[in-house]
């Protein structure tokens, strides 16, 4: 997680944090040598999957990962948050090697929510989902995320990023999220995002 900067705004240091969780950014260039062969895949994928197929009877409980995410994220709530992770999720961070636990995820998130809650600044995700793909118990979604952080004196900063996710069906049959990566991108490209059948599309299209 970003280190303790106190001479930092908390704004600023959140803005360079663009994974679908709570403020962590991700690096394709460093990280677990499995995990990128698996992104490689995934993205891969993505890639060549020409057209979002009609809705899916999994669309409804893939869609509410990231209502989780958003709840957690407006409550500044790391357990939320989290929540929404499978509990052997690998994650990839930016600077990290290795790639990070769902333990040290979770730590991170606490850290984080803490002091979005110290600064009292309102954190709003949305998400628009362009693609997902599902088969064999594993959904890799790609989509444009935005997040709006909100302070006390009414200034807020927005962000944007584009995002891959993946979850896999667990056990009991709920799905959680494995690993996920993003990159910062444009309020153009959030315009641009087209709806498309069962899948979330947070506001109103352009």
């Not at 990280?31 to 409804?60: C, H, I, S, Y």
């Not at 995820?105 to 979005?116: A, H, I, N, V």
């Amino acid at each position: 997680a970003p280190p303790a900067e106190p001479g930092r705004p908390l704004v600023e240091r959140v803005s360079g944090a663009v994974s679908v969780g709570l403020g962590l950014p991700i690096d394709f260039s460093a990280g677990d040598p499995v995990m990128m062969k698996f992104w490689a895949g995934a993205l891969t994928a993505v890639a060549f999957a020409t057209a979002a197929p009609a809705a899916r009877p999994e669309d409804a409980a893939l869609n509410g990962l990231y209502e989780t995410l958003a709840r957690g994220a407006a409550a500044a709530s790391a357990e939320t948050i989290a929540g929404a992770f499978a509990d052997d999720a690998i994650l990839l961070y930016e600077g990290r090697t290795p790639a990070l636990t769902a333990a040290a995820f979770r730590d991170s998130l606490t850290t984080m929510s803490e002091r979005l809650k110290a600064d009292r600044v309102n954190l709003t995700s949305e998400f628009r989902i362009e693609r997902r793909i599902v088969s064999d118990g594993l959904a890799v979604d790609n989509g444009v995320l935005r997040r709006t952080l909100k302070r006390p004196d009414g200034t807020a900063h927005i962000q944007y990023a584009k995002f891959v996710v993946a979850a896999r069906r667990q056990a009991d049959g709920r799905w959680k999220i494995v690993p996920d990566a993003s990159m910062p991108a444009s309020q153009d490209a959030w315009d641009r995002a087209v709806p498309a059948e069962g899948l979330k599309y947070d506001g109103a299209a352009g």
